[in-house]
């Protein structure tokens, strides 16, 4: 597996070398169907590859001692410029495509709310499911995570609950996670679920889940996607604003920081603002670091909010977007960790197991990771404030996570 991909490398490094000196033609066009073919069949062999890896071992977060069997039911909110498959069932109730801009260019959200059963007796971070492997068939409750409904919701009728829900709760605050890469609507349902339920966080909760078409070889068409749901993201920005929280915490991971740092500085180069704003947490982004830093941070500046940048070298799906971009990504610390002012980055390799979600969902199921991120959210704890390790030497200075 290994040859195979050195091969393939070597093969797109030669194909990117011919292509350099051409202009527009038959002779480019065709050797850019062969660099897109081979970039297809690297990135699925690097995930392939890590699926056979015998070096890794699992993370134990819980001793034998498990509490009683048991199961929670954790309601969340949602909005989505999906567009409905009219199917019934949870899983499918989304597809990957994307929902057209009314007649005047006006994006089209759907609210709605979800309810998502979680087993009590589970390792903190693990999100498991009913396996073929094991013979099992159907969901059990005291076993596995269920997505068991979907309600959809008008505009409004969605933005008067969520509003009441807050003010009912004694923090009133607001957790809004953003998914990335190679996501479905159900995946972005439950990992919301589990992220509010074992955060403890003391609110409520809404995700935005933009048109990822969930496969590995989708890369290109989630860029594209990403690219094309900022009007809609900017429009639900505005739907949150106004439902009175007192904090609220925005968290983004993998190719959703594109989404939410473009948006938002975006918003601030026109003066709107998220009342509030507490927490913007970018996790493992898979942001180009140049256009970052030359492009979006100067207008992440003008806004006031606490920044923290998650990043690792364990986080495959990174690793597989270099395979499409000579660029490194702002969440990946292969060849160091990258540092930008007004961020605190935590360098999270150490707590990353490669060996779920090859190493990029360590935001949700990593229990180091979500132990940090509840000091940050509940505590508003600094990295320093938190006693992490500090390396590097100012002005490039990041917090190690053990």
Known sequence: MDDRIEKLNARATEIKKLRSGLSDGPEKTALDKDLRSVQEQLLDLVFERECVRSDLTIQVFRNANDP?????????????????????????????EREPHDQVGNPRNQFGKTLVSIPTARKLGEMPLPSLWKLELSPNPSKHFIFKQVVPLDTAAAIAE?????????????????????????????????????????????????????????????????????????????????????????????????????????????????????ELLLAAPDINAEIFKDKILPGLAAIDVHRTIYASSSDVALRASKVVHDYRRVGETTDGVLTFSGFETIDASAVAPIIRA????????????????????????NADQRSLPKAGAPPSTWWVLK
Not at 170 to 185: A, E, I, R, T, W
Not at 359 to 380: C, E, F, Q
């Open 162 to 278: 969520m509003s009441k829900v807050i003010g009912q709760s004694s923090k009133k605050s607001l957790l809004v996670f953003v998914h990335g890469y190679n996501v479905s609507f159900a995946d972005a349902a439950l990992r919301t679920a589990q992220l509010a339920h074992d955060l403890s966080f003391p609110g409520t909760a809404v995700f935005y889940s933009w048109p990822s078409v969930a496969t590995t070889k989708g890369y290109w068409h989630d860029e594209e996607t990403v690219q094309l749901s900022e009007k809609a993201f900017d429009d639900f920005l505005d739907k949150i604003a106004g439902l009175g929280a007192s904090d609220v915490f925005l968290i983004a991971h993998s190719m959703g920081n594109r989404l939410v740092t473009t948006v938002l500085k975006d918003r601030a180069a026109n003066g709107k603002n998220i009342p509030n704003l507490k």
């Open 358 to 381: 090859f190493g990029h969902s360590y935001v949700v199921d990593s229990t180091k990771v979500l132990g940090d991120i509840a000091d940050t959210l509940n505590l508003r704890f």
């Open 68 to 96: 009683p069997t048991k199961w929670v039911e954790v309601t969340t909110y949602f909005a989505t410029n999906r567009k409905a498959s009219g199917k019934s069932a949870p899983e499918d109730f989304f597809g990957p």
